[in-house]
């Protein structure tokens, strides 16, 4: 693994499914991020973590959680899948050095029926 | 309200210079990047400005004035391959990033 990776690359869930997309990263950074990005939008965070074991809201937390049990994974879990969560979604992470920049993996596109 | 602005769409011709303009009107301000985001593609980082003025980086620099809230991205010498879209973010307050909506480059031959 070099970077950040997510899994599935796209997925088409039935409305009241349950999903988790996974991410995982091995450049040992402490923050991760999970964004959306829609069509005239600008990407919006939805869940972020600073370290292993603490998570935080971000602007668009409501259907999303996550967990992080450890540095390298940072699951998005969505409980009961509604189409407006149609969307695609990048999971990020940043070293802690002066600019503290964010890296992103490669994507799910999520379609919900 | 937190506000990032960027030109929807810009349009270069091959070999000539650009300049992408971004506004910003965030809760504190802790630094804005540039990254170039394909089609179909994950963001990548392209530059960071804290202080003001000019960081040059190759053919891409980033300028900043903070009194003014305004950042730009200027690319010179254009290639096919610079055809993407360019996402401007600012840090806030509270240490996360404000993403403009990305100003998408068409370069023509």
């Known amino acids: 693994i070099a970077g950040i990776t997510q899994a599935p690359t796209s997925q088409i869930l039935a409305a009241g499914r349950r999903m988790t997309l996974r991410c995982t990263q091995d450049?040992?950074?402490?923050?991760m991020y999970w964004y959306r990005q829609d069509l005239g939008l600008g990407l919006r965070l939805i869940h972020y973590?600073?370290?292993?074991?603490?998570?935080g809201k971000g602007e668009v937390p409501d259907g999303y959680s996550v967990s992080r049990a450890n540095t390298d994974d940072f699951p998005l879990t969505l409980a009961s899948a509604v189409p407006s969560q149609t969307s695609v979604y990048f999971c990020?992470?940043?070293?802690?050095?002066?600019?503290?920049?964010?890296?992103f993996g490669p994507g799910t596109r999520l379609t919900v029926l | 309200g937190q506000n990032i602005d960027q030109p929807t769409e810009m349009t270069a011709t091959e070999g000539a210079i650009v300049q992408i303009n971004c506004t910003y009107q965030?809760?504190?301000?802790?630094?804005l990047f540039w990254y170039q985001q394909h089609a179909g593609e994950a963001p990548t980082f392209l530059s960071y400005?804290?202080l003001d003025g000019l960081e040059e980086k190759g053919r891409f620099s980033s300028f900043l004035s903070r009194s003014k809230g305004y950042s730009y991205l200027l690319l010179k010498e254009l290639q096919m391959k610079d055809s993407a879209s360019y996402l401007c973010?600012?840090?806030?307050?509270?240490?996360?990033?404000?993403w403009g909506a990305g100003t998408k480059l068409i370069i023509k031959p």
């Open positions: 400005n804290v």
């Open positions: 973010a600012v840090r806030d307050s509270n240490y996360q990033l404000i």
């Open positions: 450049m040992r950074h402490n923050a």
């Open positions: 973590s600073n370290t292993a074991g603490t998570t």
């Open positions: 965030t809760s504190g301000f802790n630094g």
């Open positions: 990020a992470s940043s070293d802690e050095d002066s600019t503290d920049t964010q890296y």
